[in-house]
C-alpha cells in the first residue's frame, strides 16, 4: 500500500469488536498490508458480557456461558486462537431440560427439538402437555402450509401450527431463556427462519423436524451442541486481546460524536471521532461501530439522521444473572439435567435457571452446587432494577422452592446487563434493508453486532469476520 498508512478506528471492544479487530489484523497480515487499528472501548475492561469470576472454587459467569457448535465461527475463531484444547461439551450423562409447569419440573420430551416433537412415544406419554393439547399439536399433521407471505410474529406461527398449548407451555420460556423476548411480537423470519423453511419444504412442521432429524442421524458430531471454555467464557475475549498488538486496544476511551469530514478527498481521512475528555479528534479512513443499536445512533445522529431514526427502533431489554454457590446436600432435587425454564403462566420471578455445575464440568468443587438463574427480559424488565438484596431475595426464594433448598447459599453474585439484550421484532429485517441503503451514502462506515444479524456469540463473530473483509476491500481500493 502506498502512501500514509490508513486507519481504521473500532468503536466497541465487546466479542464483536474484538473479533473485527482480530480479523482485520489477520487479514492486512496476510496480504502484506500495514495498517492502523485502534480499538475504542469506554469501560477499562475488554470482552463487553464475556465476564468469569471464580470465587472460593465456584467458576461463575456473568454473561453467555457457551455457544452453539452447530454455528461453526466461535469454535473456528477457539481453534485459530490456540483455545481448542480449552473447549468441553456438556456432561452426557445429564442430557435433559426441565420446565416448570403447575409447579413442578417436567422434562421436555426426548426428541423435542425447540418447537415440536420428532419422537412419538416420548410426547405421548410426557406429563408436560395435556391430552387436548397434544391433539392439537398432532393437527401439525395434516394442518396446510401458509399461503400468504405475510411476515409473522413467533407466537402466531407457534400458534396456527401447534396451539395455544404449545406456545404456553413449551415456546414462550424456551425463546425467552435464549432471547429474552416476548414471542407475541418477535419476528420468526428474524431468528427463527429454519421453521419457515421447512413448512415450506415439508408443510408439516413435526413431520419436517423428523425428517431433518433422519438426515443427520448417521453423523457422530466431535462435540455436543453447546460448547464452553474450560476456564470460562472471559478467556474468548483474553485470547482475543493477546492475540493483537498492545497498541490497538485503548480502554478508558469515550467516543461522544462521529463527523463526516467536509473535505472528502480521498488522500484524506473521512471521518473524525470526538472523544471524551480528550481536545484532539481521532481521524479515521474507515469506522466499525460495534456498540448497541441506541449507542451507535447517539454517536451518528448528527452525521445520518436517516439510520440514526432506524437505529433507534430496534429495541432493547435488559436481563440479570444470579449465580448461587450451595453445598450439594442443602439441595433436595437431583440436579439430574441441565436444568429449567419458567413459562410466565407460573408467575415466577426467575425466568430460567442452568445447573452449572452438572451442565460443565469444573464449575464447583466435589460436595458444592452452582446455580445460575435468570431475570429480567421482555415480560420482567423491571425487576432487573431492584436493589441488591431484594432481588437476591425473590430469586433465592423462587429456586428455593422449585428444588428443595434448605439454608442460605454460600455465595450471591448479581450481574446486571441494561439495555444488553436486542430483540428482532416483526419488521426487523426490513428495517436492516433500510439502514443498508443509508450506510451506501456513507463509504467507509460499518456496523457490527448482536442488533442485527444474530444475537448469539458465534453469530456476532461471523459478523464481524464479513466485516473485516468488507472494510479491508474498502481501504485497499
Given amino acids: 500500500m502506498k502512501g500514509k498508512q490508513k486507519r481504521i478506528a473500532i468503536v466497541g471492544a465487546g466479542i464483536a469488536g474484538l473479533s473485527t479487530a482480530y480479523y482485520l489484523s489477520k487479514l492486512a497480515k496476510q496480504g502484506g498490508l500495514h495498517l492502523d487499528i485502534t480499538l475504542l472501548e469506554k469501560e477499562k475492561r475488554l470482552g463487553g458480557s464475556l465476564l468469569t469470576e471464580k470465587v472460593n472454587g465456584f467458576l461463575m459467569e456473568g454473561g453467555p456461558d457457551c455457544f452453539i457448535s452447530e454455528k461453526p465461527w466461535a469454535l473456528k475463531l477457539c481453534k485459530e486462537l490456540g483455545l481448542e484444547h480449552e473447549v468441553i ?138 460448547i464452553t471454555l474450560k476456564d470460562g467464557m472471559e478467556g474468548m475475549a483474553s485470547a482475543l486481546k493477546n492475540s493483537l498488538p498492545h497498541d490497538i486496544c485503548a480502554t478508558g476511551q469515550e467516543v461522544v460524536k462521529i463527523e463526516q469530514k467536509a473535505d472528502k478527498s480521498a488522500k484524506k481521512p473521512l471521518y473524525r471521532l470526538s472523544l471524551k475528555g480528550k481536545k484532539r479528534p481521532l481521524e479515521a479512513d474507515a469506522v466499525v461501530m460495534a456498540t448497541p443499536a441506541f449507542v451507535t445512533a447517539r454517536l451518528l445522529q448528527g452525521m445520518t439522521g436517516d439510520i440514526a431514526r432506524q437505529l433507534n427502533t430496534i429495541p432493547y431489554v435488559s436481563t440479570a444473572t444470579i449465580n448461587l454457590a450451595y453445598e450439594r446436600s442443602q439441595i433436595g432435587h437431583p440436579l439430574d439435567g441441565y436444568g429449567f425454564v419458567v413459562p410466565r403462566l407460573e408467575g415466577r420471578r426467575i425466568m430460567a435457571a442452568t445447573f452449572s455445575s452438572v451442565k460443565f464440568a469444573g464449575r464447583a468443587s466435589q460436595g458444592k452446587a452452582l446455580l445460575r438463574c435468570f431475570v429480567g427480559g421482555a415480560k420482567n424488565e423491571e425487576l432487573v432494577s431492584w436493589g441488591d438484596d431484594k432481588l437476591a431475595a425473590a430469586v433465592k426464594e423462587d429456586i428455593a422452592e422449585i428444588l428443595n433448598i434448605t439454608g442460605e447459599p454460600r455465595h450471591v453474585r448479581i450481574f446486571r446487563w441494561e439495555k444488553a439484550m436486542p430483540q428482532y421484532t416483526v419488521g426487523h429485517e426490513e428495517k436492516l434493508s433500510r439502514i443498508e441503503r443509508g450506510l451506501a451514502n456513507l463509504p467507509g462506515l460499518y456496523l457490527t453486532g448482536s442488533a442485527y444479524r444474530g444475537i448469539g456469540l458465534s453469530d456476532c463473530v461471523h459478523q464481524a469476520e464479513l466485516t473485516a473483509q468488507q472494510c479491508l476491500e474498502f481501504i485497499t481500493k
Wanted: glycine letters at 8%; charged letters at 25%.
Fill in 89 to 226: 461439551g456438556t456432561n452426557q450423562q445429564t442430557r435433559r431440560t426441565f420446565i416448570l409447569c403447575g409447579g413442578k419440573l417436567h422434562e421436555i420430551p426426548e426428541g423435542f427439538m425447540l418447537l415440536a416433537p420428532t419422537s412419538l412415544w416420548p410426547f405421548v406419554t410426557s406429563s408436560l402437555f395435556t391430552l387436548p393439547g397434544k391433539a392439537r399439536m398432532g393437527l401439525d399433521l395434516i394442518l396446510p402450509r401458509k399461503k400468504s407471505d405475510a411476515e409473522e410474529s413467533l407466537a402466531a406461527f407457534v400458534r396456527r401450527r401447534l396451539g395455544r398449548e404449545a406456545l404456553e407451555r413449551i415456546a414462550e420460556p424456551l425463546v425467552a431463556g435464549i432471547h429474552a423476548g416476548d414471542p407475541e411480537t418477535m419476528s420468526l423470519k428474524s431468528t427463527f427462519p429454519r421453521f419457515i423453511d421447512l413448512e415450506r419444504e415439508y408443510r408439516s412442521l413435526i413431520w419436517g423436524m423428523k425428517q431433518r432429524k433422519k438426515q443427520f442421524a448417521n453423523i457422530t458430531p466431535r462435540y455436543t451442541m453447546f
